[in-house]
């Protein structure tokens, strides 16, 4: 039997080791002292604290879909429910989200102006752009963007719109046609498109569980930073053990400090120029409320969103009375103890800290030459035995879902697998 290591026992890195145990002799490296990476989830004072967003899964993806399905039931630790999303306009007032669909409820001044953008947008047909505030100015017109879309993006990408790339965008935002637009006005329809429009949500532990199921049967080394991958005679060292091959389901910048033994001299400066944001994720109690996510443009604050967790499930809510319920509240990057205190006086909902959480890599920011750059050291590597998949190791936006599905694809290249 070949001997694998799988780098990483985030979601990737247990579906690989899933998929490939009964075929491989498998051993999971994780550098973390608990499995999970972006979907670990913690108990807090009873209450589930999602260490990073607020997990749920969902796909559109058949194929991923069965898998999943054979690992969990269905019925018993998972509820499904509809997406409820809101936007708080700086006004006061509460929006459903996407906001274009619900612009029959803004103010009389705003909808004539929103009503004279697509007349525009109508006439002016479809054009090419190259940066995210020209799509969302060319998509949902100029009073839409001043309102919603800039001040959110802004504070979600921390840097003007003309400066973000639009290569991530394919599947990611809502692109629906002016015909569409004023459809979804007359008819008040929510958007049910996106993936996340309904989702599944464990009945215990959030996505905690979803890793600690994928975790069954696997030889997992916690505590365990791996340092050294060196491709010595055919066979590849994982600090000083030997294996056949190696899945990397880690961070593709850290590739060109531990690597050995393989010529990837061309790869080191576009690997460096690489950029991603982190997130701060804030674990508070909050005023109970109907909503899943709740959007926020206010500039009066620097936090973009609040993930209504306590919402998804009664057993994240630990001992907190009926009024109450756990959130948690997101920036963008590192935000310190104070930042994060004076901001919540400012947010909706009386948010009370419990406690906070930095994740350094959490969005990669995908250039105009990057899945070249990566599709071209991916093939480079494997044909060496040495495969990559995640959402640092591809530097793609994915979600859980899409990420078992890059995991399954690329594993059809190991043989036997
Ligand atoms: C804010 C936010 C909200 C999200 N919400 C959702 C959602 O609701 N639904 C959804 O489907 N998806 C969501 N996602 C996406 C989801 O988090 C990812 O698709 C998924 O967690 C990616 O898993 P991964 O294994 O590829 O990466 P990671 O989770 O980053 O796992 C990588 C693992 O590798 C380990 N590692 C790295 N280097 C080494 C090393 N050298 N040695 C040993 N171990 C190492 C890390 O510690 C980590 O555990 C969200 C993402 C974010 C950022």
């Known amino acids: 039997m070949k001997r694998i290591a799988i780098i990483g026992a985030g979601v990737s890195g247990l579906t690989s080791a ?27 004072q009873g209450s589930l604290f999602h ?15 069965d898998w999943f399905w054979q690992m ?37 001044a705003t909808q004539k102006a929103f009503i004279q953008d697509l007349l525009m947008l109508a006439s002016s047909g479809s054009c090419q752009v190259d940066n995210f505030q020209d799509f969302l100015k060319t998509r949902f ?11 959110y993006n802004q504070k979600v990408w921390r840097c003007s719109l003309t400066d973000v790339p639009i290569e991530w965008l394919a599947g990611k935002l809502p692109m629906p046609t002016v015909e569409e637009i004023i459809y979804n006005n007359f008819n008040k329809v929510a958007e049910k498109q996106f993936v996340h429009s309904a989702f599944f949500y ?10 600690d199921r994928l975790s069954d049967g696997l030889d997992i080394h916690c505590d365990s930073n791996v340092k050294s991958i060196e491709l010595k005679g055919g066979k590849w060292c994982v600090d000083n053990e030997t294996f056949d091959e190696v899945v ?29 944001h982190g997130t701060t994720a804030v674990f508070c109690e909050i005023d109970a409320n109907p909503y899943s996510w709740i959007y926020m443009p206010d500039k009066q604050y620097d936090s973009h969103r609040i993930i209504c967790t306590g919402n998804f499930a009664k057993s994240n809510n630990g001992a907190l009375p009926p009024n109450r319920i756990t959130a948690t509240v997101e920036f963008t990057d590192d935000i310190s103890y104070n930042d994060i205190i004076s901001n919540l006086k400012r947010i909706p909902l009386n948010p009370n800290y419990i406690t906070h959480r930095y994740n ?48 399954m694809k690329t594993l059809k290249r190991i043989t036997n697998a």
């Open 202 to 211: 464990e009945e215990n532990n959030g996505s905690q569980f979803i890793a």
């Open 18 to 44: 899933q998929l490939l145990k009964n075929n491989a002799d498998i051993v999971v490296y994780e550098k973390e002292s608990k499995i999970g990476g972006l979907i670990r989830c913690e108990r807090i």
């Open 360 to 407: 350094k890599f959490t969005y990669p920011i995908q250039q105009k030459d990057t899945r070249e750059m990566i599709t071209s050291l991916k093939q480079k590597l494997s044909a060496r035995g040495f495969y990559m998949t995640g959402r640092f190791a591809d530097w793609e936006y994915y979600n859980m879902d899409a990420a078992m599905a890059a995991a």
């Open 248 to 276: 990397f389901c880690g961070n593709i910048k850290d590739i060109p400090h531990i690597m050995r033994g393989v010529d990837i001299e061309a790869y080191l400066k576009p690997i460096e120029a690489l950029q991603s």
């Open 72 to 108: 969990f039931d269905k019925n018993q630790e998972f509820h499904k429910t509809d997406r409820n999303s809101v936007i708080f306009l700086p006004n006061g007032q509460h929006i459903p989200y996407p906001i274009e669909n619900f612009a029959y409820l803004l103010d009389e």
């Open 141 to 151: 017109g100029n009073t839409l963007y001043k309102l919603y879309f800039e001040p």
């Open 51 to 65: 260490t990073c967003g607020g997990h749920v899964f969902n796909t559109k993806n058949q194929q991923v879909l």
